[in-house]
């Protein structure tokens, strides 16, 4: 199966472990089987929203549900996160490595955070005054314009580019072949969804890699973008709050400012 496709069947997964209570659902399903009362006994939900959580955790393939009596029980599958694992993690486990060995000596020699691998996510909804054609436009067409320098790795970036298609990157163009890839277009449903799927190496913070999730819906003669990010790797108790502030500077702040201004 090529990467591409084993990719494809890997969006559902991203989807269901960005969001916080299905992950403390899964958390709490490694420990034992348990019925859908049960879970929304222990996590203070409705009946219905678990079981609306449920559904997503079941469509990824995570959470196996089987019926005894009239009873539901749900059972953890982690096989799905071993087919992430074994496409994402091991592939770059050896550079990862590398890149470690410096950063363990550093931190030997400071005062260490706190920091682990696992899983963060954020979330937030800008809502831009104009139609969700034209906000489409911008994200896709017109991203050099709005997406700020001091965002880049390089001052001297020439562009900042989407390929709108499948497969296609979100780079940082230097010229003559020269940039940096920020990340790879999973899913393209034009003029709705972008989710593309990033990694940071060693040298800006990871290693990580991240699930980003553009979503523009039509609030009256409005467009409400909604940003989700998901992280797993390499964190601290400053990630989520750094993603936040950044999503914010970028999309509350460039993309909305462009687009009010260019309608």
Not at 4 to 26: E, Y
Not at 133 to 154: G, H, Y
């Amino acid at each position: 199966m090529s990467t591409r496709s084993v990719d494809a069947k890997l969006v559902p997964l991203f989807r269901a472990l960005a969001n916080p209570v299905r992950r403390t659902m899964l958390d709490r399903l490694r420990e034992e089987a348990m019925t859908t009362g049960g879970l929304a006994e222990e996590l203070k939900l409705s009946r219905f929203t678990v079981m609306q959580h449920l559904r997503v955790l079941v469509s990824a393939g995570l959470v196996l549900p089987r019926k005894r009596g009239r009873e539901r029980w749900n059972h953890l599958n982690a096989v799905p996160l071993q087919q992430m694992y074994e496409r994402w993690v091991r592939p770059y486990e050896a550079a990862w490595a590398a890149g470690l060995v410096g950063f363990k000596a550093k931190v030997e020699k400071e005062k260490p955070m706190a920091e682990s691998c696992s899983i963060v996510g954020v979330e937030l909804e800008v809502t831009i005054d104009a139609p969700r054609e034209r906000v489409w436009k911008a994200v896709l067409e017109e991203t050099t314009l709005w997406w700020r320098r001091d965002f880049c790795v390089s001052p001297d970036a020439k562009a900042f580019r989407i390929e709108p298609r499948v497969g296609g990157r979100m780079f940082e163009d230097w010229g003559n072949d020269a940039g940096v890839l920020w990340g790879t277009v999973l899913v393209l449903d034009p003029p709705s969804t972008l989710e593309l799927l990033c990694h940071t190496t060693p040298r800006f913070g990871g290693p990580r890699m991240s699930m980003l999730r553009l979503s523009l819906t039509s609030r009256g003669n409005a467009t409400v973008l909604t940003v989700s990010d998901t992280v797993m790797g390499r964190t601290d108790d400053r990630t989520a709050g750094h993603l936040d502030e950044g999503w914010r500077a970028l999309f509350g702040d460039a993309l909305k400012s462009w687009v009010e201004s260019h309608r």
